[in-house]
């Protein structure tokens, strides 16, 4: 397992600004973190509708070393909290999730969601105005026709450079429930948004109209027995995608045999130990997050205590299961109190899907290689870590003695928990959200 050595910390309130740790409001929590296609864009939502984007630092010959930096590139309200009169009903400006839309020109596109409305943004730069209109002034008021006695041609004067976020799209009026994941297509053309109950597919030059193709709401409500976790396509084969339950169940659907995909192709489903059999298992079973591979062979699954790898030729059982904080298992019960229980963190893989990461409480973040079998487990904490310091590895303890070095499991901290990571598609470079912290991290050998 490769060392990481800090690189920055970001702690936004406004999100472009530096400061304390203990100023942050529930509206700074940083609620999902994604990086673009080519990994020079990181993107980051918070509770406040907010989305802040981070653009790396360009190399120069002088500071070789600063190309790994990331910098604050624009920032601005995606989403603001609304009310449905007709639900008497509260709907938050929290970003649930980012997604990034491949780069086709020199503007940058993503979808942010909050619970109930899909926004598409374009975030574009402008370094040039229009300077010697004819019909106006260059303050922008109209001149009257009669003053207008010689044609100019307007010309482009440099101005400082702007970075502007305008909505393209909204896509609205489309979920009854919840909005918990978003997923581009690979054609590029299409995208899917997904509730508890219902995954609908957008085309996203249409916003007025969804297709529906998956709807698991039985006719009477006390019926139901599962909702719908999470939800992802294929890399590269559009007409495939995954979702997840929270029975622990993964259902891979192929939209070329029906319009409604309610009958799926593959069922992924690993039978339970009826030796852990206890009144937790249902909901620890739960999947918070699913990942397709970059190749597209494997399947990741996130439920509280393991990280499961799939192949997808094998529905059986899983290939690879990695235990994430099995020291919890016998603290269930105070966390059922707490309602830690039921948070859901999510999982991502290493640009070569050679290894995975996950989040932990206490801002602990593990890591498993798929090929060593080893594993590490981190901190991001600014307290124990200065900038490009070597990381150094956290073990916890469950018995009575412990080391120096280790932290016994009864002093975690379950009020500092990291839920969302993200890795760089090409390079060990990993961004890693605690609370309203952003911490940037690379490998040492970079």
Not at 53 to 63: G, L, M, N, T, Y
Not at 108 to 123: A, C, G, H, P, R
Not at 232 to 237: T, V
Not at 241 to 268: E, P, Q, T, W
């Amino acid at each position: 397992m490769k060392c990481f050595s800090r690189y920055l910390p970001y702690i936004f309130r406004p999100p472009s600004t530096i400061l304390s740790s203990s100023c942050h409001t529930e509206a700074d929590i940083i609620s999902t973190v994604e990086f673009n296609s080519t990994g020079e864009l990181l993107a980051t939502g918070d509770k406040g509708g907010r989305v802040v984007v981070f653009q790396r630092e360009q190399e120069s010959k002088s500071q070789p070393h600063r190309r790994g930096e990331y910098n604050v590139y624009s920032t601005f309200q995606s989403h603001e909290p609304e009310f449905d009169y007709l639900k008497s009903l509260e709907i938050e400006e929290k970003i649930n999730k980012i997604r990034w839309l491949p780069q086709q020109n020199a503007a940058y596109f993503l979808l942010s969601t909050n619970d109930k409305t899909v926004k598409l943004w374009k975030i574009s730069e402008r370094d040039k105005r229009p300077e010697g209109y004819n019909l106006k002034d260059e303050d922008g008021r109209m001149r009257d026709p009669a003053t207008i006695t010689t044609l100019r041609v307007p010309v482009l004067r440099p101005m400082d450079l702007m970075v502007e976020a305008t909505p393209r799209r909204i896509f609205s009026n489309g979920h009854t429930y919840h909005i918990n994941s978003i997923s581009v297509n690979s054609d590029y053309e299409t995208y899917m948004s997904t509730d508890d109950l219902r995954i609908n597919l957008w085309n996203l030059e249409i916003t007025n109209r969804s297709f529906n193709i998956v709807d698991i709401k039985p006719a009477n409500m006390e019926e139901l027995t599962e909702v719908i976790t999470a939800a992802e396509f294929h890399p590269n084969q559009c007409n495939t995608f995954v979702y997840s339950s929270s029975k622990g169940s993964i259902r891979l659907c192929d939209m070329r045999a029906a319009a409604l995909c309610d009958n799926h192709s593959k069922f992924f489903e690993e039978p339970e130990d009826p030796n852990n059999r206890s009144f937790f298992s249902e909901i620890i079973s739960s999947i918070s997050d699913v990942k397709f591979s970059h190749s597209g062979r494997y399947l990741m699954t996130r439920d509280y205590l393991t990280v499961r790898v799939w192949d997808v030729n094998m529905e059986c059982k899983p290939l690879e299961t990695y235990q994430v904080h099995d020291y919890l298992r016998g603290k269930l019960c105070s966390l059922y109190e707490n309602d830690c229980i039921f948070d859901k963190f999510e999982c991502v893989w290493n640009g070569s899907d050679s290894v995975i990461m996950t989040g932990s409480y206490n801002n602990f973040f593990r890591m498993f290689d798929r090929n060593t079998k080893r594993d590490v487990t981190l901190e991001a904490s600014r307290e124990n870590s200065k900038p490009r310091a070597i990381l150094k590895p956290r073990k916890v303890c469950v018995g009575g003695k412990r080391r120096k070095d280790e932290i016994s499991v009864d002093s975690l901290d379950f009020s500092k928990k990291i839920l969302h990571t993200a890795w760089h598609p090409s390079e060990n470079i990993i961004a890693v959200a605690a609370t309203n912290n952003l911490y940037i991290f690379q490998d040492k050998v970079n």
